[in-house]
């Protein structure tokens, strides 16, 4: 199935701004995707994209705080997207406890990693939080799951080269939060265009 096809069944379906029927999409995202089907993927975006529609998935390239590497491969203007996240063989260390803005559904294409999810509690009058591991899954090569949006979870990068497909609504809270495990202290972390504005009215301020 072609990229935008795919993407547009899925946007119908709702279930990445609502939840429902996660169960079913998650049996779809499996059946209509592998390497095979990636590597298809990242073909027609080389080969057939525009410059300007490459030039705005170029721009979304980056290597991720958390640490890995993130290709967006289609970007709607309502904020959903896809992207591929890449962990080269022992390469990473382990990413802080985070959540996210937007719900998303998660397939591992090739090598597996450990998925943990926790339970954040704030302490009163300080950024310092208590943390709980509440489950601990290993996830392996054609396996897919959803997460919703402002649940803290964090990847555990394998010994293996990692690739996983991201699928994600648009944002549905205003910032995600990021803990980070030895000191327990939380931050939060906004999205490009808030930081955008406020880097503007800085720069309004001294001009």
């Not at 999810?117 to 959803?146: H, N, P, S």
Request: charge should be negative.
């Amino acid at each position: 199935m072609e990229l935008n096809k795919f993407m547009e069944h899925i946007e119908e379906s709702g279930a990445l701004e609502t939840g429902r029927n996660s169960r079913e999409l998650c049996d779809f995202i499996s059946n209509h995707v592998d390497l095979n089907t990636i590597r298809h993927w990242l073909s027609d975006i080389v080969h057939k994209y525009p410059d300007d529609k490459l030039s705005n998935l170029a721009s979304l390239m980056e290597i991720h705080p958390l640490g890995f590497e993130k290709y967006v491969l289609w970007d709607s203007s309502a904020g959903q997207r896809a992207r591929l996240h890449y962990w080269p063989q022992n390469k990473w260390p382990f990413e802080s406890i985070h959540d996210h803005r937007f719900n998303f559904y998660a397939i591992v294409i090739k090598g597996h990693y450990i998925h943990e999810e926790y339970d954040i509690k704030e302490r009163k009058d300080t950024d310092e939080v208590e943390i709980t591991l509440t489950r601990k899954q290993i996830v392996d090569t054609g396996q897919c799951y959803y997460f919703q949006a402002g649940t803290f979870h964090r990847i555990i990068p394998s010994d293996e080269e990692t690739i996983s497909l991201i699928i994600r609504s648009s944002p549905l809270l205003p910032y995600s939060r990021v803990v980070n495990p030895e000191t327990l202290k939380m931050k939060r972390a906004y999205g490009a265009v808030k930081k955008f504005k406020e880097k503007i009215k800085e720069l309004e301020s001294v001009i």
